[in-house]
Every structure is written in C-alpha cells, then in structure tokens.
C-alpha cells in the first residue's frame, strides 16, 4: 500500500513522517534529497546529482542519486515526481519551509488580508537544517531568516494599524527574539508601544536595544530610532524623568533602565 508523505520538516532539523504518522528514518544521503526538493522548484536530474555530489564524476554522482532515489521509494513510496526529466516532491507533500514562505509573502502582500494568527515557535525561529553547510543549504537559510524578519516587522505594523496592538507586541518580540541586534525590529516595538500611548514602555523598549547594542557592538542606535524617542521624551514632563545623555528621557524608577 502507497502510504505517501505527509510532512518534510526542514526548519530545526531534518524530519520526515508518513500520513499514518509513521517517523521515517533515512540515510543521510536521502535526506540531502529530500531536503534539496523541498527548496528546490522541479530542478532536473542532472541538476540535482552535481548539487548533491559535487566532488565526483558525473556517473557516480548519477549512480548515487539512482541509489537515493530507489531507497526512498522503498521507505515513503510515491515521494518523488520523477516525470520529464526533472525531479519535485509529489503533490500533497508538505513542506514546512515552504509553508512558512507562503504565510511570510501573504503577509508582505498588501493586495492581501493579514493572515489569522502565526505559525508556530519552530516555523518563526527554526533554523534551516542546523549543522547543514552545503552550498545551496547556506542562501536558502538566510533568505528565509530575512524573509520571516520583514514578514514579522510587516505583521506588527499592520495589526497596530488595526488597533490590535497586544498582537502587533507579539510580533514585534517574535522579531525582536529572531535577531536581538535589529534595529528595525526595535523601532517597530517602540513605534507601536508609542501608538498605544505607552511611552514608558517604548522608553523602556528603546533602553534595553541600547544598553544590547552598546555591549556587543560598541555603537549607539541610528538617528532614526532616536528620533522616535525624542518625540516622545518631548510628552513626558514634569518630575516624573530625568534626561539622559543628548536628548533621551528615562522614567525614575523604570525596571531595567538606568
């Protein structure tokens, strides 16, 4: 019986399981196959061989590609659309990667309705295939953290926009715990706390990115981000601040800050 695919996990390691939630165990030469058809779009064989075994002659990386593929038509048959000379992932397979794109380009669309909720822990801050260093491995890894980055900034603003700011925070901080030394995921969090009317949280937002930034790269947020704090500094008056450094204001008594 042809029990298929259901599921190719990519992001925090490799994983594959069946539709009768079977977990399947392949060498790791055929899961560097499965892997590449589940970032690549319908590549051809001769393609996928020399991606796959680059430092052999062209007959055994053809022959070792014939190995691969015989053996996960043994283990998950049906996997593998190999009609007109090229080779994808049967239809029905799904692909994590590919479905946290999609939410990604959905949410950047503006043509389109924000997306219900986000995907889960694994699909915003899984890395791509952890401990893999092959060429074609590496770019597709940082495309994709890129990719989620703006998609999350992008979430956070749209929701604020809406009104629904508790949402918009989350994803801010999604952005925020993807790459800590972002700024723009920071001006985005602050921007938002401040269309809330909750400057000394933005106030508090902003100080930690400093004090972050300062310790490990020895420089001081951009004009930009000041900028946002110098407007808001400008409302918090009365005995309730002290200035700190050129411009910015610092509530006494903020956890965290000082």
Excluded at 27 to 45: D, E, F, K, S
Excluded at 218 to 233: F, H, I, Q, T, Y
């Amino acid at each position: 019986m042809d029990v298929g695919p259901a599921r190719v996990a990519l992001l925090g390691g490799f994983g594959l399981g069946l539709r009768d939630e079977t977990v399947v165990d392949l060498p790791r030469g055929v899961q560097r196959l499965v892997a590449y058809l589940g970032l690549a779009h319908r590549p051809a064989r001769a393609a996928v061989a020399g991606q796959l075994w680059p430092d052999v002659p062209e007959d055994q990386a053809h022959g070792s590609l014939r190995s691969a593929l015989w053996r996960l038509q043994k283990a998950a048959p049906g996997m593998v659309d190999m009609t007109g000379g090229a080779l994808c992932l049967a239809r029905g397979v799904r692909v994590d990667v590919r479905e946290t794109a999609r939410w990604a380009q959905r949410v950047l669309d503006r043509r389109q309705d924000l997306p219900d909720g986000m995907p889960g822990d694994v699909e915003l801050r899984g890395e791509l295939l952890p401990g893999w260093y092959d060429d074609w491995v590496v770019p597709e890894r940082e495309r994709l953290r890129q990719l989620r980055l703006y998609a999350l900034e992008a979430l956070a603003d749209g929701l604020a926009r809406r009104g629904r700011y508790g949402e918009a925070v989350e994803a801010a901080h999604n952005a925020v715990q993807v790459e800590p030394l972002r700024e723009t995921a920071h001006r985005t969090l602050v921007r938002i706390h401040l269309a809330e009317g909750n400057l000394v949280e933005a106030v508090r937002a902003y100080e930690s990115f400093r004090v972050v930034l300062a310790a490990e790269l020895g420089v001081s947020p951009s004009p930009r981000m000041e900028a946002l704090l110098a407007g808001a500094g400008r409302r918090l008056v009365g005995p309730t601040v002290v200035p700190i450094h050129r411009d910015r204001l610092v509530p006494v008594g903020a956890a965290g800050i000082r």
